[in-house]
């Protein structure tokens, strides 16, 4: 499923700076549309970049329990090249938790990376369970940005997952 008003936000970003009409304001209201699909739990984002130095993948794993710490929950998020001459991206990966028709951050983890994925590929973030009896719904949101380029608003929302994890 695409996001369509990321993916319209930012085709009218790149059309207003190819116009020249006025740049900032263009990607304000570009970068603000594309927050506000995010806030409202509009799932799944435009995860690839086809050409030029945006040639990249977003990636990220469902949220997820923990193989190694028992009552956390995790979420990863990496990157991958596909031509493109960025060498390095810094990866955002917000772990969150669904409240009513809201989403709240739980946790937020970066990490600059190369492309490729595995564990010293990627961003993290986790967490720790409050207690196993609450049923909550979690997803993550995942955002790469090359390093030394223009960022873009494109970011992908993970699918919701539903645990039996506290979070207060």
């Not at 020249?20 to 739990?41: K, V």
């Amino acid at each position: 499923m695409k996001n369509h008003g990321v993916r319209i936000a930012a085709v009218a970003t790149a059309a207003a700076l190819a116009l020249g009409i006025s740049g900032a304001q263009a990607c304000a209201n570009a970068a603000a549309s594309a927050q506000s699909d995010i806030e409202n739990g509009t799932p799944g984002t435009s995860e690839n970049r086809e050409t030029g130095i945006g040639a990249f993948e977003t990636r990220g794993d469902d949220v997820h329990w923990s193989h190694t710490v028992k009552g956390n929950l995790n979420a990863h998020g990496w990157w991958v090249n596909k031509g493109g001459p960025a060498k390095k991206a810094k990866v955002t990966v917000q772990l969150q938790v669904q409240e009513g028709k809201k989403w709240r951050t739980l946790r937020t983890a970066s990490k600059t990376v190369y492309s490729g994925g595995g564990s010293a590929k990627r961003a993290a973030a986790a967490w720790k369970c409050t207690n196993l009896i609450l049923k909550n719904s979690f997803r993550s949101v995942i955002d790469v940005d090359l390093v030394g380029y223009k960022d873009d608003p494109h970011k992908k929302i993970t699918p919701t997952k539903t645990f039996y994890c506290g979070v207060h």
